[in-house]
C-alpha cells in the first residue's frame, strides 16, 4: 500500500499476550462488518450488539452489565446524566393522556421537566406527600408511572418503598425508583419490585466531581426496548471516556461509599448533641422520624445529610459559610471534596413544613479527615450561633 492508505489504515498487532485489568476506551460512530451479509442484517441484531458507536461500544457494554449485577437487574441503559435518567424512562412510558406521579420533594429538574416539557405535551403528573402517604387516593386509570426520590433531596424524607411497588402491582402501574443517594450499594429497588432504578452516575460512581452520566437497569427485556428506542429516536448516547471514567470510580465507590457513610453519620451525631443545633436530617440518627423505614430497606446511608438552621442562625449564615477551610460552597455530591450547600425549599414545595420556611444545609461528606471536617462544622456553627 502506498503512504495516504498506510496513514490512513492503522497496522494490526498481536494483542495476544497482553492483558490489563483496565477496561479499554472504545470510541466508535462508525462500526464495520465482516461481510455484506453482515451489513445487510445489521438492524437485526440484538441489543447487546454493536452497529453505531451513538448505541455503544464495548466500554459502554461493560458499565451497562457492571450496573445491572449492582441493582441485581438483567440490564442497563447509559445516559448522559442523572436528569436524562429519569426523563428518558418517563418519555419510554407515557404517552399524551397519561399521569405520573410524583414526589413532592422530586429532584427539582424532574419537576421542571413535567411542568414544563410533559404538560404542554398532554402527559400530566400529580405531586404526592414527600413520605408517600396518601398516593393510593391518586390513582386512577390515567396513571402509568410512580415515581419515587428516597431520601428526597435536602429534605430526606422516605417514602415506603415496598408499600409503593405493590401499590404498582396492584394496579398495573409501572414503578421507578431515583436511587442515588443509597446506590445499589445501600439499596436495590429492582429486588423491592421495581421496574426501573436509576441513578445519576455523576455523584457516586463517577466520585471526583468530573463526569456527568445515569443510568437506568431494569429487570424486563421489554422495558430495556423501550429505553434504548427513545434514546436512539431522540439521537442521545453517551462519550466511551466518561464510561470509562465511570468505570474506574466503580472500582473504589464500595470503600469510598463506607468511609463517608461512616464518617456523616459521626458528623451529624455531633452536630445533634450540640444544643445550638436544631433539627438534624440523618436517617441514622434514631431520633430521625423514619429511622425504623431507612433501617428496614437500606443497608447503609451514603454521605449527605442535612442541618435545619434557626432563623437567627440565618443571620451570619454567609459569614459563617465564607469562613470554611476544609469544605467547599457547593450543591452536587459523592466526590472526594466535603460540600455545603445551603438551599432554599421556600415555596417549592406543595407539602409545606415549618422547617421549609427556613435554610437548610446540605452536608456532602469527602474524603478529608474527619478531624478537619469537625473543626470546620463545629466553627461554622460556632459563628452561626454567635
Ligand atoms: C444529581 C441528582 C440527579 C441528576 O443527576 P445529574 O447527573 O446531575 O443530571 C438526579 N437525582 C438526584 C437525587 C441527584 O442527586
Given at each position: 500500500m502506498r503512504d495516504a492508505t498506510n496513514c490512513a489504515i492503522h497496522p494490526t498487532v498481536d494483542q495476544s499476550e497482553f492483558s490489563s485489568l483496565t477496561v479499554p476506551t472504545y470510541r466508535a460512530s462508525t462500526i464495520v462488518f465482516d461481510t455484506a451479509q453482515a451489513y445487510a442484517t445489521r438492524l437485526e441484531r440484538d441489543?447487546?450488539?454493536?452497529?453505531?458507536?451513538?448505541?455503544?461500544?464495548?466500554?459502554?457494554?461493560?458499565?451497562?452489565?457492571?450496573?445491572?449485577?449492582?441493582?441485581?437487574?438483567?440490564?442497563?441503559?447509559?445516559?448522559?446524566?442523572?436528569?436524562?435518567?429519569?426523563?428518558?424512562?418517563?418519555?419510554?412510558?407515557?404517552?399524551?393522556?397519561?399521569?405520573?406521579?410524583?414526589?413532592?420533594?422530586?429532584?427539582?429538574?424532574?419537576?421542571?421537566?413535567?411542568?414544563?416539557?410533559?404538560?404542554?405535551?398532554?402527559?400530566?403528573?400529580?405531586?404526592?406527600?414527600?413520605?408517600?402517604?396518601?398516593?393510593?387516593?391518586?390513582?386512577?386509570?390515567?396513571?402509568?408511572?410512580?415515581?419515587?426520590?428516597?431520601?428526597?433531596?435536602?429534605?430526606?424524607?422516605?417514602?415506603?418503598?415496598?408499600?409503593?411497588?405493590?401499590?404498582?402491582?396492584?394496579?398495573?402501574?409501572?414503578?421507578?425508583?431515583?436511587?442515588?443517594?443509597?446506590?445499589?450499594?445501600?439499596?436495590?429497588?429492582?429486588?423491592?419490585?421495581?421496574?426501573?432504578?436509576?441513578?445519576?452516575?455523576?455523584?457516586?460512581?463517577?466520585?471526583?466531581?468530573?463526569?456527568?452520566?445515569?443510568?437506568?437497569?431494569?429487570?424486563?427485556?421489554e422495558l430495556r426496548r423501550k429505553l434504548r428506542d427513545t434514546m436512539r429516536m431522540l439521537g442521545i448516547g453517551v462519550s466511551p471516556d466518561e464510561v470509562a471514567l465511570a468505570l474506574r470510580g466503580i472500582e473504589t465507590m464500595a470503600v469510598r461509599l463506607a468511609h463517608v457513610g461512616n464518617v456523616a453519620l459521626g458528623l451529624a451525631e455531633d452536630l445533634a448533641a450540640r444544643p445550638d443545633v436544631g433539627l438534624v436530617l440523618h436517617p441514622g440518627l434514631p431520633g430521625f422520624p423514619q429511622h425504623q423505614l431507612w433501617k428496614r430497606d437500606f443497608s447503609g446511608a451514603s454521605g449527605v445529610f442535612s442541618v435545619v438552621l434557626s432563623e437567627a442562625q440565618e443571620t451570619n449564615l454567609d459569614e459563617a459559610l465564607d469562613q470554611l477551610k476544609v469544605m467547599a460552597i457547593g450543591a452536587s455530591w459523592g466526590g472526594t471534596r466535603s460540600l455545603v450547600a445551603p438551599m432554599l425549599i421556600g415555596n417549592g414545595r406543595k407539602f409545606k413544613r415549618p422547617e421549609h420556611e427556613r435554610t437548610i444545609l446540605r452536608i456532602n461528606v469527602g474524603l478529608e479527615d474527619i478531624e478537619d471536617l469537625r473543626a470546620d462544622l463545629n466553627n461554622l456553627f460556632d459563628i452561626l450561633s454567635k
Open positions: 441489543l447487546d450488539s454493536y452497529f453505531y458507536g451513538l448505541h455503544g461500544t464495548p466500554t459502554t457494554r461493560t458499565l451497562e452489565a457492571q450496573i445491572a449485577k449492582l441493582e441485581n437487574g438483567l440490564r442497563s441503559v447509559i445516559v448522559p446524566s442523572g436528569q436524562a435518567g429519569a426523563t428518558i424512562v418517563f418519555l419510554s412510558v407515557l404517552l399524551p393522556g397519561d399521569t405520573v406521579l410524583v414526589p413532592d420533594n422530586v429532584y427539582p429538574p424532574v419537576l421542571d421537566f413535567c411542568v414544563n416539557f410533559l404538560e404542554p405535551r398532554g402527559i400530566g403528573h400529580r405531586i404526592y406527600r414527600p413520605d408517600g402517604e396518601g398516593i393510593e387516593d391518586l390513582v386512577d386509570p390515567a396513571v402509568k408511572l410512580i415515581w419515587t426520590e428516597t431520601p428526597g433531596s435536602t429534605t430526606m424524607e422516605f417514602q415506603d418503598l415496598r408499600a409503593i411497588a405493590a401499590l404498582g402491582r396492584k394496579h398495573g402501574i409501572l414503578t421507578g425508583a431515583d436511587n442515588t443517594w443509597a446506590t445499589p450499594l445501600h439499596l436495590k429497588p429492582l429486588d423491592l419490585g421495581f421496574d426501573f432504578s436509576m441513578q445519576a452516575l455523576s455523584k457516586y460512581a463517577g466520585g471526583h466531581s468530573d463526569l456527568l452520566l445515569g443510568s437506568v437497569c431494569v429487570n424486563d427485556l
